[in-house]
Structures are given as C-alpha cells and as structure tokens.
C-alpha cells in the first residue's frame, strides 16, 4: 500500500536546525512532485516547500525562503527538508503529500494532493 512516513522532528532551539525526511513506499516515486505542508495549533494547514519529480524545481514559502532547503533522492525514495535559522513561528506538525500531477499555483492548495504521512511534529523553543 502506498505509505509515506515522516521523521526527523523534534524540540530544538531559535536559530537551530532540523533535516526532516519524507520516506515513501508503494508506488512510484520518481513519477510524484512532493509538498511539505505544516500546521500549528489552531491555524490551517499551509504549504511550505515544494519539490518536482526530478528534483529540478523547487518552491518555498515566502516565510521560510532562504532558510529551508527541500531536496530528494529518488534512489531511496525519500524527500528532505532541511530547516536552519529555525524561528518558534516555524513550531507545527509537519506533513509531506504526494501530488497527482504537475501543480503550478495550485501546489500550495491542500485539496490539490492524494497521499499523505501522519506528520513530524517540529517544536522551536528555548
């Protein structure tokens, strides 16, 4: 069955640093673009990252753009998302989707994804 599975999560400090990582199973990898999504308490979900099939094309939200970096490795059918100069505005639970097709500006719209993972949960705090 198709599964995605998050990890890397964790407590860390302002200005630390986290890797995520999205392993995914039961379908082909290398034919879905994958999202990061994150949600905090009582906000929707919102879309933070973005990454094509290949990995040519990367998307960030405007509030983590230069400070997180997605990238993946087909090979090991696994998506990263790597998150430095962490801020406590950055806290929430962190999900990676798959997405059924090319998005455009549709990518941050959670309705336009299929499968996704249970969630890592990010905690920035001193």
């Known amino acids: 069955q198709v599964q995605l599975v998050e990890s890397g999560g964790g407590l860390v400090q302002p200005g630390g640093s986290l890797r995520l990582s999205c392993a995914a199973s039961g379908f082909t990898f290398d034919g879905y673009a994958i999202g990061w999504f994150r949600q905090a308490p009582g906000k929707e979900r919102e879309g933070v990252s973005y990454?094509?099939?290949?990995?040519?094309?990367?998307y960030y939200t405007d509030s983590v753009k230069g400070r997180f970096t997605i990238s993946r490795d087909n090979a090991k059918n696994t998506v990263y998302l790597q998150m430095d100069s962490l801020k406590p505005e950055d806290t929430a639970l962190y999900y990676c989707?798959?997405?059924?097709?090319?998005?455009?500006?549709?990518?941050?719209?959670?309705?336009?994804?299929?499968?996704w993972g249970q969630g890592t949960q990010v905690t920035v705090s001193s």
């Open positions: 989707a798959t997405a059924p097709r090319a998005l455009g500006n549709s990518r941050w719209r959670v309705g336009e994804y299929d499968y």
């Open positions: 990454i094509s099939r290949g990995g040519g094309s990367t």
